[in-house]
């Protein structure tokens, strides 16, 4: 059974950083790329950034609103995506998704994990 | 970046209503449209990806389609366990943007 589980939430200063850790279980995660998903409270789904496996050398997406202060790494080793979050802002409070993209088919998140929620605030 | 505009953005439905919600992008994204559903503090879950293909174990009562700038979402027969908040996402450049949502309530 596939499962990713986030952690790392928490509250933290406006100016702080926070990683937040996205354990990977039941698939071949080394294979994969994997995404992180954000969401503000009451507010809709954002996409933060995306890591390519291996074969692509590991590179990375990131959106406007977080690059140059996020950072997606990951540790196939341990089964394990991050996020590094630097320079956070309040308005970087929400629940972030960890979310797998499938081998073939396309560009979609086939599984979520089950969030980790980021406040940012003084 | 591509943006997606879904409507309604609220709708009030009741169980066996037929529903259909719309996403428009604004410009041609061709057939990389995905849907996903999220019920209140849940995670989203994957329902439809290349516009139409059902993922697997999702009933059939959902279809999507469409290609180039709008997309549907069908819902045939709503059942209680559908009242949730459906998003669509564009999947043909990045940045991958997703919808506002649209929020399925009970009549």
């Known amino acids: 059974e596939v499962q990713l589980v986030e952690s790392g939430g928490n509250l933290v200063q406006p100016g702080g950083s926070l990683r937040l850790s996205c354990a990977a279980s039941?698939?071949?995660?080394?294979?994969?790329?994997m995404e992180w998903v954000r969401q503000a409270p009451g507010k809709g789904l954002e996409w933060v950034g995306l890591?390519?496996?291996?074969?692509?050398?590991?590179?990375?997406e990131y959106a406007a609103s977080v690059q140059g202060r996020f950072t997606i790494l990951r540790d196939d080793s341990k089964n394990s995506l991050y996020l590094q979050m630097n320079s956070l802002k309040t308005e970087d409070t929400a629940v972030y998704y960890c979310a797998r993209r499938p081998l073939v088919g396309g560009r979609h998140f086939d599984y979520w994990g089950q969030g980790t929620l980021v406040t940012v605030s003084s | 970046d591509i943006q997606l505009t879904q409507s309604p953005s609220f709708l009030s439905a009741s169980v066996g209503d037929r529903v259909t919600i719309t996403c428009r992008a604004s410009q041609g994204i061709s057939s990389f449209l995905a849907w996903y559903q999220q019920e209140p503090a849940k995670a989203p879950k994957f329902l439809i990806y290349?516009?139409?293909t059902l993922q697997s174990g999702v009933p059939s009562r959902f279809s999507g389609s469409g290609s180039g700038t709008e997309f549907t979402l069908t819902i045939s027969s709503l059942q209680p366990e559908d009242f949730a908040t459906y998003y669509c996402q564009q999947l043909n450049s990045y940045p991958l943007t997703f919808g506002g949502g649209t929020k399925v309530e009970i009549k």
């Open positions: 890591s390519r496996n291996k074969a692509r050398s590991y590179t990375t």
């Open positions: 290349a516009a139409s």
């Open positions: 039941g698939f071949t995660f080394s294979d994969h790329y």
